[in-house]
């Protein structure tokens, strides 16, 4: 069933061919960031040895080349996520400073005592803090919606804790800890039907899920490129034409201006207004390399590959007596988190890595959840398109061997 020609894509990644501690390199680190294919290495490249320049001012031919591909990204984004216009696509340094530039622009100019915004119990810290330091400024409720023992949302409690003075909802599409999908379309219509608005962390999503912003009908979509295969520093923020046009400045300073006066200054139009100074060019450029190789392979291959992979390692992994898989959702994307009876994540860690298997341990910026599940944290592995059943094989393997070393 898998119609991936697997080898052949892990042969455009060259970090896959080095040696970890005396083995091959197996990547089962995902959720953190993925390793990027050769086209978008050189896409880079390409920039700072073909036509490094300055973007939107220069007349001269290496400036018209960089603004034209800084550009052309842009709109390869608004494909990638199905966004009514590229003025919505706002370049940012990540899913971090999409939120935080919601938070301090539309955030600060709505947002008023007794005002309520809901979060999940699942949120990344940076879905947490952003809206944290905006409720405690402006003496607005910070509301959580509950985690089921499954992993999943609670929707019978996010409905009641929907009220009129709910102003946002801001939840992830995608657990980073557990793999949850959430149900977000669900979200945002009763959100909306509350008179709130939605934003969606897409940091996990963007790189799994088939993204139609205006289907989903979120407000606001943030993601980070270094997740789908593209660089790290670059990033999306996708808003919705009014909102973007109606909300005050971020960033203060060159490019996002139309006329500047020591009196007054006007700002300049979507998307600039949000793009103060000298955006990262090179890497933005990249991205749209990123989108390309995710669109070469499609996303719908792709996915059933991760699914794959998925249930193979679920399977495996319950096998492993001592072994709790913490989040078992109905949906779940390509990430697996578990720990075992008696050992400590990080020593499970350490020994897999001697193995040249690299997973993620902790409570991955999810400090909150792993209160909730009682834990301090979890190993977790998580799934990219150039993974693979022996891969999956091997960790396995190496969870035995490290059990048997460390009880
Ligand atoms: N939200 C989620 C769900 C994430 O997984 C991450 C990255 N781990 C972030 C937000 C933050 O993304 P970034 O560090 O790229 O800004």
Redesign the pocket.
Known sequence: TDRLDITAIRLQFPILSRMVKGRPLIYLDN??TTQKPQAVIDAISQYYCGYNANIHRGIHTLAEEATAAYEDSRTALQEFIGAASADEIIFTR????GINLVAYTWGRANIIAGDEIIISEME?H??IVPWQILCKEKGAELKVIPVMDNGELSMPAYLDLLTTRTKLVAV?Q???ALGTVNPVKEIIRAAHRAGALVLI?G??SAVHLDINVQDMDCDFFAF?G??LYGPTGI?VLYGKKELLNHMPVFHGGGEMIKEVTFAYTTYNELPYKYEAGTPNIADAIALKSAIDFIKKHGRNQIRQHEAALLSYATEQLEAIPGLTIIGNAKEKASVISFIIKGLHPQDIGILLDNQGIAVRTGHH?TQPLMKRFGIPGTVRASFAVYNTTEEIDALVAGLRKAIKMLS
């Not at 990540?94 to 400073?97: L, P, V, W």
Request: hydrophobic share 20%; net charge negative; charged share 15%.
């Open positions: 959720a953190a990540g899913t971090t400073e990344h940076s879905n992830t995608v657990s980073n962390d940091a996990q980070s270094h997740k990033g910026c």
